[in-house]
């Protein structure tokens, strides 16, 4: 079996199989540039508020923005009424995303209190007739509405069967199962054989998430499951280039591990498109975590994080940045 492969989703043709998922916080236009030039061939979006969106709130825009060379990319959207998420799928497609996908799995209180994220893995009808109104909503020439869900509620109530199938129902033409429960949050390990069983029984591409946090875990998971892809969250984290290095594993070919200049120049390039969309001041305080997370396994790592929590100028992370290739020096 060919682990790497293109994949067509409805209507669209993606040249391979690897994902960067939806992550709050995480995954916005700069980040998602910066993963799509070392290998991912489909970046999410950040979830974006479907009530928000339609109701003219004036940042909610901003999440579907998207770089230059971010030549393709799919938006995620989370809300609970059918006829809400219709009317912002119509505001999303104006942005010409490949995918549009429903959020059914996210854990967070809030989200869950207001009905959507996982509190929809409690109501599989709800997916089936939200999906199908957001389909009817972009019509034939719409980009394709795919969801993304989760094992289920908990242990009590394992319903990714019911869910997934009412998904497709309502159009759905590929879904995503993280393969744990709204309970487990992201803690525990994923079932990794609901991935499995998905893949085999279902009629649409079905992608894995969950445990796919390294480039070898990312290959294993479809060779193990059969899963036509994988969608890869906190792996990305600070390390852009496992979708390189995955996209090696899948083809059997050399890792293609990184230098510690070639990660020093993804975080500066990091940085540097987020000042574009958000401006130095904002982008320097949510660089933050990125460069925390950038600089963990780094010679000097500690000493690094410990002043990149403070730095709140593209000057003084230029110089934590040159620390950082000097420490890394032989």
């Known amino acids: 079996m060919d ?4 994949i067509k989703i409805g209507s669209v043709m993606l040249p391979g199989n690897l994902f960067l998922a939806p992550v709050a916080g995480y995954s916005d236009a700069a980040f998602r540039s910066v993963c799509f030039g070392l ?10 508020s479907a009530e928000a969106l ?3 709130h004036a940042r909610t825009p901003a999440l579907m923005d998207r770089a230059e ?32 996908d429903l959020n059914c799995g996210c854990p967070v209180p809030k989200i869950v209190r207001a009905g959507a994220g996982s509190a929809l893995m409690r109501d599989p009808g709800r997916i089936r007739d939200i999906v199908a109104a957001m389909v009817a909503a972009l019509g034939p020439g719409g980009p394709p509405v795919t969801a993304k869900i989760r094992s289920g509620w908990d242990e009590g109530s394992l319903n990714y069967r019911e869910a997934a199938e009412a998904a ?9 199962l993280h393969a744990r429960t709204r309970a487990q949050g992201y803690s525990g390990k994923a079932d990794w054989s609901q991935i499995a069983e998905l ?42 280039f496992i979708f390189r290095r995955a996209r090696a594993a899948m083809l059997g070919l050399p890792d293609a591990a990184p230098s510690a200049p070639e990660r020093v ?5 990091h940085l540097a498109l987020s000042v574009r969309f958000l401006g130095e001041r904002t982008a320097c305080v949510e660089f933050r975590k990125q460069f925390c997370s950038y600089t963990k396994g780094a010679s ?7 002043a990149g929590v403070k730095a709140c100028t593209v000057l003084e992370f230029e110089a934590l940045f040159e620390r950082w290739l000097e420490a890394a020096s032989p």
Do not use: K
């Not at 120049?265 to 390039?269: Q, V, Y």
């Open 3 to 6: 682990l790497y492969h293109p």
């Open 39 to 48: 290998g991912a061939d489909l970046c999410y979006t950040e979830m974006v």
């Open 54 to 56: 339609t109701r003219g």
């Open 69 to 100: 060379n971010e030549t393709r990319y799919a938006i995620q959207l989370f809300g609970s009424r059918p006829e809400t998420m219709a009317a912002a799928a119509r505001v999303a497609a104006e942005r010409g995303p490949e995918l549009i």
């Open 168 to 176: 497709v129902e309502g159009g759905a033409a590929a879904l995503t």
């Open 199 to 240: 893949a085999a029984r279902l009629g649409v591409p079905v992608f894995g998430s969950g445990d796919a946090n390294t480039a070898v875990e990312a290959a294993r998971m479809v060779a193990e499951t059969g899963c036509a892809g994988v969608m890869i969250a906190r792996g990305a984290m600070g390390d852009p």
């Open 265 to 269: 120049e993804a975080a500066r390039r």
């Open 300 to 306: 000097g790592g500690a000493e690094l994080r410990a």
